[in-house]
């Protein structure tokens, strides 16, 4: 009947019914829902709440049936509404949650993935309410697709260890745990948080109930005195959901109570009712163990004796540490670490007993939860020692003793398997090979020489959680008696800038044993600097206490650093003195200068013009070294407020006409990483530099195109980059930026998003608009899309200016994609048509106008030479013109890639033999040799040669002498069997051509251990003498 009504007859109708007490008339409106138009329905999302939240099994079908309707008709509100049938999939009457499930099973899984991974991206806010938010869609979603969690894992992980919010703690370890431990019921009582989509931290009225007003008052920046005393007086209310909630916000403000309770007597009385609630606690679960825990943290400020504390460490605390859930567990740990946080030392002598008593190890080893939780209270308690490589919970004794049973000639395929592995898009994948990789090490730590270059590989990993396995090898190497190589010491020690803080704290415990360990090591005058300005900066800046106090104590192990300790407690006068010092120490100089850009930045977000204006003289009397450039971008924001700043900018920018290279290093860091708020910043300080006319590095404007090219996660993202591109005036850069804002228009008038994609009857825009609903932030698409070579050449920007530079490289990033799932159809026209299609690639490859195009060429050749193996060797050599292919062969063999450098090396070989002169480009000949610098990757060091060999530097003198020259040189660097592939050289090019003073280089070799080595000397000394050639 509603679907023959007027439309504007039906939202009246709608507007009455809603409000109706009758169920039938509100069964109504459900119905009338899903024929509104898109505009009503947006103006009336707080209706459909309401309906969410009835109670009447009618209703609530009715409005699913209507939601289904909207979802068919406006996929684009999918992600707004499915959150709403999501949470009926648990919390409803039989009827409605089966109709909630087919209706989730029924929608593109393109829509759930967006839902998760736009939430996801939330967790990185400041906002705290947007936090929970975020959590809570997780959450429900979780319940029923927990699949599409995966990539979530580490900020869920991230948060449930170390996230200020408690709140945000507990429900992210309730999704990581999958609600078995902490109920589902937690989600289904705050979901009031999503249904109030502008509700923030004003919110709270009289007319809210009583969880709802602690609720807001917990996820408040701050609370007012009235507020506090609501919280307290639910601080032991019967109703355990409100009793969580006031202990857990109680918990960030112990210090108001202690303040409180100095001039309140009524307040004092909390105390006492706190302690024998805690002893007569019986029942231990999940939720128990948070507001037990809550409740010890409150008593430790309150002066709670010795004897006191002992006995609920004894009575109750160790019921908990020694639970079998690991969950309760590790609240066991937090229980004792806020003891140990009394400073007690009596105190702390029975905590380390209780924990030697208790199998410590073990309660560490359950999850990353408790590990972390564990070693927070190790630190505190200064026993760095105890953390070993058992401990962790990517130990596995079983694989350890698998890998130990293996014959020791296996051990370098092991090796290597694994690093052919680790190679993979999947970083869930990658972690499980990290934590083979560890367990490996474990088992033969002799061998760990095989895979020095893959350990740094998983110390640089772009995910956190891979990052935290590749420090935890670094334990093992150190624990198992292995003298760590300083080349890979040092490589470490650039990862000690981690985003995350569990990365830190475990390589600030690995220093302190490392020095505790090989003190010698700091003979490295190298080694000595790098640590001492490592540990300095992250001690002077770090905002977590712990790390802080970690670099300390591993700072008293170096000399020369104690002028550096005790500066918190300083005051203002003894600290600039401090950092005065430290600017005049080379090795302390940046984290001097990263310690002002944090207490600048600090204040000029509280807007502390007094501590600024100290800031600015301090900078103002100093050298401005390139280190003071990391202070830019805050000397920009206070420009215009304070003239010592810009006369301090005008002094840096006439000293570096350029970015440095290490700020531009960081800035490419924080554009790579995930994390939202790192991105802005970084794309904020490129925009200040390019509008104070700096240029920019190549490398870092690619990275800023496909921001803007593909969709973000937070439109701020996308915003910035445009803004970037605009002030560019590159080909590429101009070109990007018009395409998008043309996009942008046409996107705004076509608001029906669609994932079928047909290249072959669509215009560019049509394809973006449908590729738009298929991308996701890190340039994917998980739907298949039909693409062949043929059909990407109609698109591609160097047929026609008329093309789109956008689509031509997002349906490069297609094509590799679906290469990489071996699409059959693209198999087999890559083997049919090879020649033009790399005729066409390396067209877009060498192109100069458009740098980003030309990546995402090489990505796609690159990923054809992977999947098929010789297919460039035969397109080059049976090509008419194949020499023409030099230049692209050389820039292949720039990638740092042994397969890629294999095949081109190979076909350079045979282009050679083709008689391709290689003294007519020297540029190639000189990549070859410098490839023969590094026999570690032996089959590119062989091939290397194999090209050399084959050259006619023997018809030019000079080369010939040139290339003998570094032959030599590297003789005397390499093994001994790369010395033996080394002197072919001179066996096939003839002895008697290279002038004397190399040959006496050479015969110094005669005298080799070696009797190989020095008998093939031998034998070209005496060709040599005779005049012979070979």
Known sequence: MYQNMPKKDLTPLFDKFIESNEYKERAEAAKILGYLDKEELGERLQKIVLLNSDNNIAVLLNLLSSIKNILLKYPEKSEELLIYVYIHTEFSNHLVKEFSRQIIDSVNPKV?????????????????????????????????????????????????????????????????????????????????????????????????????????????????????????????????????????????YVNLL???????????????????ALENKNEIDGLNAILTSAYIRILVNSNITSEKALKLIKNLVTRYLNHDNYLISSYGLEMLNSFVLLKNSELNLNIEKILENNNFGNILRYNSLNYYSGIKLIANLGLYDIVRPEISPYFNESLVNEYAEVPKSMNFEQFRSLEKKFDSEDWFYRFEIGKKLG?????????????????????????????????????????????????????????????????????????????????????????????????????????????????????????????????????????????EKALDNFELKRSAVIRLKVKLRSYIKTKDSENILKILEFIDKQDLTEEFFDLFFELCSVKKDFEIAENILNRLKNRFPEVPKSRENIIYGNLDEMI??????????????????????????????????????????????????????????????????????????????????DVKTQTWKEIYFSLKYLLTQDYKTLNYVNLEFSDFMKFNILESDKNSLIISIILLEVLKNNLKLEDPILMDELEKYKRPILKNISKIILNQKYPLLSQKGLEFLKTVMYKKSSWFEEAVLTSSKSEEYLTLISKLLDENTPQIQVESLETLANLVKLNVKCTDYPDIHEKVLNLISDDKKWIVFRKALEVIYACNFEDKEDILEKVSKRIIDYLKNSNDDSKLFLIKFFKIKGIDKIPDYLFEELKEFENSPNPYISSEIAELIQKRKMGMNF
């Open 258 to 276: 202690k303040k409180l309770n100095e001039s309140e007597n009524e307040i004092s009385e909390i105390y006492p009712s706190i302690y024998n």
């Open 676 to 757: 939202v708020s790192r991105r802005i910043d970084a794309l904020n300080e490129i925009l200040e530099y390019i509008l104070e006319g700096f240029e920019i590095d190549g490398k870092i404007i690619k990275k800023i195109k496909e921001f803007a090219i593909y969709p973000q996660v937070n439109s701020k993202i996308t915003e910035l980059s445009l803004k970037i591109l605009e002030k560019l005036s590159t080909e590429e850069s101009k070109r990007i930026f018009n395409e998008k804002i043309e996009l942008n228009g046409y996107l705004s008038k076509n608001n029906l998003e669609s994932e079928v994609v």
């Open 112 to 252: 759930i993935d967006n839902i998760v991974v736009y939430h996801t991206s939330k967790l990185y806010s400041k906002n705290r309410f947007e936090v929970v938010k975020a959590l809570l869609v997780l959450g429900f979603v979780s319940i029923y697709s927990p699949e599409y969690l995966k990539n979530s894992l580490p900020e869920l992980s991230m948060i449930s260890l170390y996230s200020k919010s408690e709140l945000s703690k507990i429900l992210a370890q309730a999704i990581l745990d999958e609600f078995e431990n902490i109920p589902k019921s937690i989600i289904k009582e705050l979901k009031f948080l999503i249904e109030s989509p502008d509700i923030d931290e004003n919110s709270w009225d009289d007319t809210n109930d009583a969880f709802k007003k602690l609720v807001i008052i917990n996820l408040k920046k701050e609370i007012s005195d009235d507020e506090f005393l609501l919280v307290l007086k639910h601080l032991t209310d019967s109703e355990e959901k409100n009793a969580i909630i006031s202990a857990i916000t109680l918990k960030k």
């Open 439 to 579: 367990n490996l090490t474990y088992a033969v730590p002799n061998d760990i020489k095989y895979s020095y270059g893959l350990i740094n590989s998983v110390l640089n990993d772009r995910v956190y959680l891979v990052r935290s396995v590749g420090v935890w090898i670094l334990h093992i190497i150190l624990d198992r008696g292995f003298k760590i190589p300083e080349n890979l010491i040092i490589e470490s020690i650039s990862c000690f800038d981690d985003p995350n803080m569990e990365i830190r704290q475990d390589l600030a415990i690995f220093y302190n044993k490392l020095l505790k360990k090989y003190p010698e090591i700091l003979n490295n005058v190298e080694i000595k600097s790098k640590f001492q300005s490592a540990l300095t900066t992250k001690y002077f800046t770090d905002r977590f206490n712990i790390v802080r106090t970690i670099c300390e104590d591993t700072l008293k192990l170096i000399p020369n650093s104690k002028d550096l300790i005790g500066y918190e407690s300083k005051n203002l006068e003894e600290k600039f003195e401090t950092l």
